[in-house]
């Protein structure tokens, strides 16, 4: 398509990797195959909502801990994800991917949780895969929000989270609304108490 180009190999050093949805005038619209992989230093990476495919091995064996896709994806192809051992979570804004290969996500991390917005629909494709959990966030949830696996929490007798203790690395934390479906409604004693680095962090009204 001469209106649309494919992300073939990033040449970067950025440590959180915002894809462009434009290059020269062209809507980005796939990540070719090995375009991002064997990348070390990368924390996150933010894909487009222009973005419909993901190639092979586009995303193997990198360094990041969160990938954030703005879109709908129509297809993640074989090996996309593969030995993504650092990779925490992946927050989709979009609805499910129709075609996902099996070996998407071969030899990820095993705790690796994919979290899509209430409201959107066919999940079933990623849901299917044994190698990635899928959790639905709560109604109005921040997608934005600090992963859920840089906390210790707890549940309460009430079935609402209290967060226990941070352990994440970055200096702003968003405190989800909810984690694993339930509300978070309170915050544990020296929860925060050894991150002196921290610039902001904000807490959900619930």
Known sequence: DKKSVTITEYNGTETDIVIPSELDGYKVTAIGEEAFSWKSGVVSVTIPETVTYIGINAFADISAKYITVKGTLEAIDGMAFSNCDKLESMYFYGNGVASVDNMAFYRAN??????????TTGWDNLAALRTVSVFTLAENDDPNATPASDFDFSLL?????????????????VIPKSIEGYNVTAIGDQAFDSHRGLASVTIPET
């Open 110 to 119: 095993s705790d690796l949780v994919i979290y899509h917005l209430f409201g």
């Open 157 to 173: 007798d009430n079935n609402t989270i209290s967060i226990d203790k941070y352990r994440g690395n970055e200096n702003i934390v």
